[in-house]
């Protein structure tokens, strides 16, 4: 699941369009760089470190220019002895100082602290997101969207094996959907009151005990495994008594808990500033490495444009095996690898999308999320088969008149 799934938009009464979800990553960095407080770090990115952000390979990704300015920064850290040189992102001393008054160290945390803030609030999406239990069903779409989504994927055969989502995505739609409805997944933590990242629990199952008298299991139908395979905005770097991994999931997040935070788990801002190698990220790659290569696997793709190098090379690795399957929906244009995917002509290869029409400002595509969910993922609950069978009939009746 890509960015796509999560942004949904709203037609107003003057013809115009509200995000009510989170916008995929293109609009979100055009909103960031042209934002009236980014003028002044803007002009230095380009006239001190040649950083040009209308450039293709910065204006329409937030994490590419976020990851280049951890890697410069990392490149001072080293230059300046620890004991002297304070993290930026450890202080309050960045949030007082001008941007003129700081060094270029400075400069780059205080940067790389706007933008993490700014795709914080985002993702946390609080302004339609925060009171969603006294709203109606109407004027939370999106959430329903992800309820129905889930909802459908129960009815999935018992006897296939659990499904495996994985995302890229920051925000917690998918959590709030399965918690609503009562559904179980496992998302790499463990623990009761305070919850660290252990990858071991990925290899757990929840079942229940089918015989008192002997030791019966069976593995529950509503259960997940669900992999945050670029972080998640309620994951931050915390100690813990006898952990491993200091990652620790926050089970209320809100920007004003999270502002002051010195690491949050979205990428590229992982631990120690090694890109994706650290953990969670490598043990989460590692998860998505090991499902792919699977015999007899199907990956399915909704909202991924496909712009992520690190994950279609994963993706591409597992067309060595023969009985790997690839279903994308998504629309192939010639910017993007999905033409191109299209164009290798291999039946192993499914596209389902189509062209926005011209012309069509409020039309939704078949490859949406929206769309998918309603018209193109099947809901196999018996009542639903029942009165499809029925309609059915009933027209076979009509046609035979």
């Known amino acids: 699941m890509g960015s796509g799934c999560s942004s949904f938009k709203l037609e107003e009464e003057n013809g115009k369009f509200k995000e009510i979800g989170i916008p995929v990553m293109a609009p979100m960095a055009m909103e960031f760089y042209h934002s009236e407080d980014f003028e002044e770090e803007k002009q230095w990115l380009k006239s001190t470190l040649k950083i040009d952000i209308e450039s293709q390979t910065f204006s329409s990704n937030l994490e590419e220019f976020l990851s280049t300015l951890h890697s410069l920064s990392f490149y001072h850290s080293k ?74 994927l129960l009815t999935r055969n018992p006897t296939l094996p659990r499904l495996n989502i994985f995302t890229t995505n920051y925000d917690l739609y998918s959590e709030r959907a399965m918690d609503l409805l009562g559904i179980h997944y496992v998302n790499g933590f463990t623990g009761g009151i305070s919850k660290f990242f252990n990858p071991a629990i990925f290899n757990y199952a929840l079942a229940e005990k089918m015989d008192l008298s002997q030791s019966k299991w069976s593995v529950i139908d509503n259960f997940f495994y669900l992999y945050k395979i670029h972080g998640s905005v309620n994951w931050i770097q915390a100690e813990g008594e ?160």
């Open 79 to 152: 230059k300046t002895k620890p004991e002297n040189k304070e993290s930026a992102t450890d202080s309050d001393e960045l949030t007082v100082k001008s941007f003129k008054k700081m060094d270029e160290a400075e400069k780059i945390e205080s940067i790389i602290l706007k933008a993490r803030n700014f795709l914080l609030q985002k993702c946390l999406n609080e302004e339609n997101a925060k009171s969603e239990h006294d709203k109606t069903s109407a004027d939370q779409p999106l959430i329903e969207l992800y309820k129905q989504f889930y909802r459908k």
């Open 242 to 401: 006898n952990k491993l991994f200091k990652v620790k999931e926050i089970q209320e997040p809100t920007f004003k808990g999270l502002e002051d935070e010195s690491t949050i788990m979205i990428h590229p801002t992982p631990l120690k500033y090694n890109a994706s190698l650290g953990s969670p990220y490598s043990d989460l790659f590692r998860e998505f490495q090991k499902k792919l290569m699977q015999n007899n696997n199907i990956l399915v793709t909704i909202g991924y444009s496909f712009s992520d190098e690190h994950i279609n090379n994963l993706i591409f690795q597992a067309f060595t095996i023969p009985s790997f399957r690839l279903i994308v929906i998504g629309e192939p244009t010639n910017k993007n690898a999905i033409e191109k995917l299209m164009d290798l002509h291999d039946s192993r290869i499914w596209i389902i999308g189509e062209k926005w029409p011209e012309g069509k400002t409020n039309y939704v595509p078949l490859h949406f999320f929206k769309r998918f969910v309603e018209e193109v993922l099947p809901d196999l609950t018996a009542e639903d088969l029942d009165k499809k069978m029925e309609k059915t009939i009933q027209n076979l009746k009509d046609l035979l008149k």
